[in-house]
């Protein structure tokens, strides 16, 4: 018997997760999928002077510092150790910009970006 589309979306899931390796690291990140309102509150955290441009880096850091469940990277430890002053200047100071390309294509797939380069092009715009 197959699913119907109502049973399937009612029997559905948003607590999306999986590891992300970083090779240099050695190790696993695990990031979560977002949902549209966590996209909104980065768009805007990260949009910058009177014409409403986006920061595009700014808006990358600020999705994975929200996204990745392991490791903290909101742990006081990891600010001090990088002089960081917030979690997302821990990203830019921690992690090289391929090792952050690599986050944020995996938590947009993990979010439904799937497949669609130029969706994924728009989530980051």
Sequence with gaps: MTTSRLDA????TTDLQEGVYIPR????FIVKALDED???KAR???TTGKDGS???SLFNRLLIV???ADPDLNDK??????EASDSADVVKKALLPGEQSRLVQA???LSGFVGDSELIQDAKN
């Design 9 to 12: 979306l009612l029997g559905a």
């Design 25 to 28: 690291l050695g190790t696993d």
């Design 38 to 40: 966590t996209l909104e």
């Design 44 to 46: 805007a955290q990260a």
């Design 54 to 56: 986006v920061d595009e």
């Design 66 to 68: 929200k996204a990745v």
């Design 77 to 82: 430890a990891l600010k001090d150790h990088y």
């Design 107 to 109: 938590l947009l797939k």
